[in-house]
């Protein structure tokens, strides 16, 4: 602390106060040291005053009231692995503010628009973490953010200027001829062509991993047209869903659905396994792509219908997708290309 000289006119008594606002100054730091909550000069400032020195809400106690709300919620609305990914972000943010700001947690009122910018930074710069990652990332953010302010401990959104970077992912499908021969391939080793079946069921069906896993004879419903539908629904989003059994998924359920008691209507093996196999036939077939249960989702989704002229609502709803949007953002690239060789024809006609 500074001290006037003696020497100046009235210093013994500016000294006084120098060291009694000093003093003051060092009890209002130690009353909130002794809270153990997170705080910075302003609180002291407000304590020296003798002003309200309620603690405002930081961004992990206002994250951890949130997950606390969620968790409750889990097996009813919410399935422990989304409760589980909050809490990883979480752990993200407290790194982050830990590093960047020296401190266990920072007050919610001091965030900003730069606060998320930085955020997005030290996710891809010191997490290593891909843009699809990060975007995800910020979306649970954004979530508790809305549960602060729903709950006024923040009056205001800092998310209202931040627009994610947009991520461009191409679709890796089969084509119809290589799902042909895919179909058609002799492999000659049962183990492989049962999951090569899964597999090609699943391209006319659209079934995600656990789905096809989890099929049994109660989903399997005869539809109002006569024709068989598989009733379900989504493990991700728990949405029902309709898919019309297409011939060649027909024809692989019947060869299976009587071998098992259990209510099964196709073989199992884990994932691991499963995808393992599908590199085996991909060699087999040579097929140049990293094939892997999913592709057999997003051949369903292009070769099978979008490439047949089924409309983007129809396709939306046989995979199960929460939003019309979602089958959009993944699948409008499709839908160009098959823009772009129909003009191509049209124009070969017109010249």
Same mark, same amino acid.
């Given at each position: ?19 009694? %606002? +000093?003093? @003051?100054?060092? =009890?209002?730091? $130690?009353? #909130? ?5 997170? &705080?910075?000069? /302003? ?53 982050? %503010? +830990?590093? @960047?700001?020296? =401190?266990?947690? $920072?007050? #919610? ?5 730069? &606060?998320?910018? /930085? ?56 084509? @119809?001829?290589?799902?042909?021969? $895919? ?169």
């Amino acid at each position: 602390m500074q001290k006037v000289l003696d020497r100046e006119e009235n210093a013994e008594n500016i000294n006084t106060q120098l060291s009694l %606002i +000093k003093q @003051k100054l060092g =009890q209002a730091f $130690l009353m #909130l040291q002794v809270k153990d909550d997170s &705080f910075d000069v /302003d609180d002291v400032y407000k304590i020296y005053c003798g002003k309200d020195t309620k603690m405002e809400m930081g961004v992990i106690a206002a994250y951890q009231d949130h997950n606390n709300y969620y968790k409750k919620l889990i097996g009813k609305d919410l399935k422990v692995v989304s409760w589980q990914k909050f809490e990883n972000t979480k752990g993200h943010l407290q790194e982050f %503010i +830990k590093g @960047k700001y020296k =401190q266990k947690d $920072l007050k #919610l009122g001091k965030l900003k628009y730069q &606060f998320i910018k /930085d955020f997005e930074y030290y996710l891809r710069t010191e997490q290593n973490m891909q843009q699809s990652t990060i975007n995800k990332n910020l979306q649970r953010f954004k979530k508790m953010i809305n549960f602060a302010v729903a709950h006024e401990y923040l009056d205001r959104n800092p998310f209202l200027m931040h627009k994610p970077k947009p991520v461009k992912k191409e679709v890796v499908y089969l084509s @119809k001829y290589e799902l042909y021969g $895919l179909q058609k391939k002799e492999l000659g080793n049962r183990r492989l062509e049962e999951v090569r079946d899964c597999f090609v069921f699943c391209c006319y069906t659209g079934l995600a991993f656990k789905e096809m896993s989890n099929l049994r004879k109660e989903h399997i419903i005869k539809g109002s047209d006569g024709k068989n539908w598989i009733k379900l629904k989504r493990q991700k989003t728990g949405k029902s869903i309709s898919v019309p059994l297409l011939p060649v998924a027909q024809e692989i359920l019947d060869n299976y659905c009587d071998r098992f008691r259990d209510g099964r209507v196709l073989p199992t093996k884990t994932n691991a396994h499963f995808n393992a196999y599908l590199k085996e036939i991909a060699d087999l077939c040579e097929l140049k792509i990293n094939l892997t249960h999913h592709i057999a989702r997003k051949t369903f989704a292009t070769t099978v219908l979008l490439l047949n002229d089924v409309p983007m609502e129809v396709v939306s709803k046989l995979l199960g997708h929460s939003r019309i949007s979602i089958t959009q953002a993944h699948y409008g690239q499709i839908l160009e290309e098959k823009v772009q060789k129909e003009m191509a024809k049209l124009a070969d006609k017109l010249n």
